[in-house]
Protein backbone atom coordinates (compact mmCIF):
# COMPACT_ATOMS: atom_id res chain seq x y z
CA UNK A 1 0.00 0.00 0.00
CA UNK A 2 1.71 3.22 -1.37
CA UNK A 3 1.56 6.99 -0.09
CA UNK A 4 -2.34 7.76 -1.04
CA UNK A 5 -3.07 4.40 -1.82
CA UNK A 6 -6.29 3.34 0.63
CA UNK A 7 -7.34 -0.05 0.81
CA UNK A 8 -9.27 -0.72 -2.04
CA UNK A 9 -11.07 -4.39 -2.99
CA UNK A 10 -14.02 -5.90 -4.47
CA UNK A 11 -16.66 -6.90 -2.01
CA UNK A 12 -18.42 -10.31 -1.75
CA UNK A 13 -20.16 -9.49 -5.01
CA UNK A 14 -17.35 -8.27 -6.93
CA UNK A 15 -18.00 -4.34 -6.78
CA UNK A 16 -15.01 -2.51 -6.02
CA UNK A 17 -14.83 -0.61 -2.86
CA UNK A 18 -12.92 2.02 -0.89
CA UNK A 19 -12.49 2.07 2.89
CA UNK A 20 -15.26 -0.47 2.56
CA UNK A 21 -17.68 2.10 0.66
CA UNK A 22 -19.31 1.71 -2.63
CA UNK A 23 -21.99 3.24 -3.82
CA UNK A 24 -24.24 6.22 -2.35
CA UNK A 25 -21.59 5.84 0.91
CA UNK A 26 -19.03 6.16 -0.94
CA UNK A 27 -20.00 9.38 -3.15
CA UNK A 28 -21.40 11.29 -0.15
CA UNK A 29 -17.97 10.56 1.72
CA UNK A 30 -15.85 11.92 -1.67
CA UNK A 31 -18.71 14.86 -1.51
CA UNK A 32 -17.83 15.21 2.51
CA UNK A 33 -14.16 15.82 1.11
CA UNK A 34 -14.28 17.67 -1.34
CA UNK A 35 -16.96 20.15 0.42
CA UNK A 36 -14.28 20.67 3.45
CA UNK A 37 -11.57 21.21 0.87
CA UNK A 38 -13.52 24.99 -0.86
CA UNK A 39 -14.74 25.64 2.90
CA UNK A 40 -11.10 25.34 3.88
CA UNK A 41 -10.43 27.36 0.90
CA UNK A 42 -13.38 30.11 1.63
CA UNK A 43 -11.92 30.39 4.99
CA UNK A 44 -8.57 30.78 4.20
CA UNK A 45 -9.26 34.13 1.79
CA UNK A 46 -11.76 35.22 4.34
CA UNK A 47 -9.75 35.03 7.50
CA UNK A 48 -6.92 37.87 6.74
CA UNK A 49 -9.48 40.24 6.50
CA UNK A 50 -10.12 40.67 9.81
CA UNK A 51 -6.68 40.38 11.26
CA UNK A 52 -4.83 42.25 8.64
CA UNK A 53 -5.60 45.84 10.95
CA UNK A 54 -6.17 44.74 14.35
CA UNK A 55 -3.88 46.25 16.91
CA UNK A 56 -2.14 42.69 17.98
CA UNK A 57 -1.15 41.90 14.57
CA UNK A 58 0.04 45.56 13.59
CA UNK A 59 2.17 44.56 16.98
CA UNK A 60 3.75 41.11 15.45
CA UNK A 61 4.06 42.71 12.22
CA UNK A 62 4.74 46.14 12.52
CA UNK A 63 5.29 46.79 8.10
CA UNK A 64 1.80 46.37 8.02
CA UNK A 65 0.79 48.87 10.44
CA UNK A 66 -1.21 51.34 8.21
CA UNK A 67 0.60 50.54 5.43
CA UNK A 68 -2.05 49.27 2.77
CA UNK A 69 0.71 48.24 0.35
CA UNK A 70 1.92 45.66 3.05
CA UNK A 71 -1.32 45.23 3.91
CA UNK A 72 -2.47 43.81 0.29
CA UNK A 73 0.57 42.25 -0.20
CA UNK A 74 0.44 39.76 2.48
CA UNK A 75 -2.67 39.36 1.47
CA UNK A 76 -2.81 38.43 -1.65
CA UNK A 77 0.31 36.40 -1.81
CA UNK A 78 -1.86 33.64 -0.69
CA UNK A 79 -3.46 33.92 -3.84
CA UNK A 80 -0.09 33.84 -5.89
CA UNK A 81 0.48 30.82 -3.93
CA UNK A 82 -2.17 29.60 -5.27
CA UNK A 83 -1.69 30.36 -8.59
CA UNK A 84 1.95 28.76 -8.22
CA UNK A 85 -0.11 25.13 -6.82
CA UNK A 86 -2.75 25.22 -9.87
CA UNK A 87 -0.09 25.53 -12.11
CA UNK A 88 2.29 23.01 -10.70
CA UNK A 89 -0.93 20.35 -11.12
CA UNK A 90 -1.24 21.24 -14.60
CA UNK A 91 2.02 19.60 -14.96
CA UNK A 92 2.61 16.93 -12.86
CA UNK A 93 -1.39 16.57 -12.00
CA UNK A 94 -1.94 13.50 -13.93
CA UNK A 95 1.45 11.77 -13.63
CA UNK A 96 0.73 12.13 -9.10
CA UNK A 97 -3.01 10.95 -9.41
CA UNK A 98 -5.91 12.75 -8.06
CA UNK A 99 -6.13 11.30 -4.66
CA UNK A 100 -2.12 11.44 -3.77
CA UNK A 101 -2.12 15.64 -5.24
CA UNK A 102 -5.03 16.15 -2.80
CA UNK A 103 -3.05 14.51 0.31
CA UNK A 104 0.29 16.46 -0.72
CA UNK A 105 -1.82 19.46 -1.09
CA UNK A 106 -3.29 19.09 2.31
CA UNK A 107 0.18 18.45 3.69
CA UNK A 108 2.03 21.23 1.97
CA UNK A 109 -0.96 23.58 3.79
CA UNK A 110 0.02 22.04 6.56
CA UNK A 111 3.20 23.00 6.75
CA UNK A 112 2.56 26.29 5.57
CA UNK A 113 0.34 26.81 8.69
CA UNK A 114 3.16 25.76 10.74
CA UNK A 115 5.74 28.13 9.47
CA UNK A 116 2.80 31.11 9.76
CA UNK A 117 1.74 30.79 13.20
CA UNK A 118 5.75 30.04 14.58
CA UNK A 119 6.51 33.60 13.12
CA UNK A 120 8.22 35.53 16.09
CA UNK A 121 8.05 38.99 15.91
CA UNK A 122 11.63 40.83 15.98
CA UNK A 123 12.98 37.25 14.25
CA UNK A 124 12.26 38.46 10.55
CA UNK A 125 8.52 37.64 11.50
CA UNK A 126 7.40 39.35 8.39
CA UNK A 127 9.36 37.32 5.74
CA UNK A 128 8.50 34.36 7.49
CA UNK A 129 4.84 34.77 7.44
CA UNK A 130 4.87 35.94 3.55
CA UNK A 131 6.25 32.71 2.92
CA UNK A 132 4.28 30.52 5.12
CA UNK A 133 1.27 32.07 3.36
CA UNK A 134 2.93 31.49 -0.35
CA UNK A 135 3.25 28.09 0.77
CA UNK A 136 -0.27 27.09 2.37
CA UNK A 137 -1.46 29.14 -1.00
CA UNK A 138 0.65 26.56 -2.84
CA UNK A 139 -1.07 23.52 -1.13
CA UNK A 140 -4.74 25.12 -1.74
CA UNK A 141 -3.93 25.60 -5.28
CA UNK A 142 -2.91 22.56 -5.84
CA UNK A 143 -6.11 21.02 -3.53
CA UNK A 144 -8.62 23.77 -5.69
CA UNK A 145 -7.62 22.85 -8.93
CA UNK A 146 -7.26 18.99 -8.27
CA UNK A 147 -11.10 18.46 -6.01
CA UNK A 148 -13.65 19.42 -8.40
CA UNK A 149 -12.03 17.04 -11.28
CA UNK A 150 -11.85 14.05 -8.86
CA UNK A 151 -15.28 14.65 -7.30
CA UNK A 152 -16.59 14.95 -10.89
CA UNK A 153 -14.72 11.16 -11.64
CA UNK A 154 -16.32 10.15 -8.62
CA UNK A 155 -19.89 11.22 -8.85
CA UNK A 156 -22.62 9.50 -11.16
CA UNK A 157 -23.65 11.97 -14.23
CA UNK A 158 -27.16 12.61 -12.85
CA UNK A 159 -25.52 14.89 -10.10
CA UNK A 160 -21.82 15.68 -11.25
CA UNK A 161 -23.28 19.42 -11.97
CA UNK A 162 -25.06 19.94 -8.78
CA UNK A 163 -22.06 18.80 -6.70
CA UNK A 164 -19.67 21.33 -8.59
CA UNK A 165 -22.26 24.05 -8.07
CA UNK A 166 -22.59 23.40 -4.17
CA UNK A 167 -18.47 23.46 -3.58
CA UNK A 168 -18.71 26.54 -4.79
CA UNK A 169 -21.30 27.24 -2.71
CA UNK A 170 -19.68 26.28 0.09
CA UNK A 171 -16.58 28.66 -0.36
CA UNK A 172 -18.75 31.28 0.04
CA UNK A 173 -20.28 30.10 3.44
CA UNK A 174 -16.04 29.16 4.47
CA UNK A 175 -15.44 33.17 4.28
CA UNK A 176 -18.80 33.50 6.18
CA UNK A 177 -17.38 31.77 9.13
CA UNK A 178 -14.09 33.33 8.97
CA UNK A 179 -15.86 36.86 9.18
CA UNK A 180 -17.66 35.48 12.01
CA UNK A 181 -15.04 34.74 13.61
CA UNK A 182 -13.15 37.70 13.21
CA UNK A 183 -16.28 39.84 14.30
CA UNK A 184 -16.20 37.82 17.81
CA UNK A 185 -12.19 37.47 18.08
CA UNK A 186 -12.19 41.43 18.06
CA UNK A 187 -14.19 41.66 20.94
CA UNK A 188 -11.61 39.59 22.54
CA UNK A 189 -8.79 41.22 25.11
CA UNK A 190 -5.31 40.04 25.34
CA UNK A 191 -4.04 40.24 28.85
Given at each position: ?????????????GVPT??????R?L???V???A??G?L??????G??S?????PD?NN???ET??D?T?????????EI???F???????FG??L???R?I??????M??GV?I?V?A?P??K???Q??I???I?GIG???NTST??????E??????????I????S?????T??A??????ASYG??K
Amino acid sequence: MGFGNAPSRDNSQGVPTFLGLSGRPLSLLVSIVATNGFLLFGYDQGVMSGIISAPDFNNAFPETRGDSTWQGFVTAIYEIGCLFGAIFQLGFGDTLGRRRAIIIGGVIMILGVVIQVTAIPGNKAMAQFIIGRTITGIGNGMNTSTIPTYQAECSKTTNRGLLICIEGSVIAIGTLIAYWIDFGASYGKLK
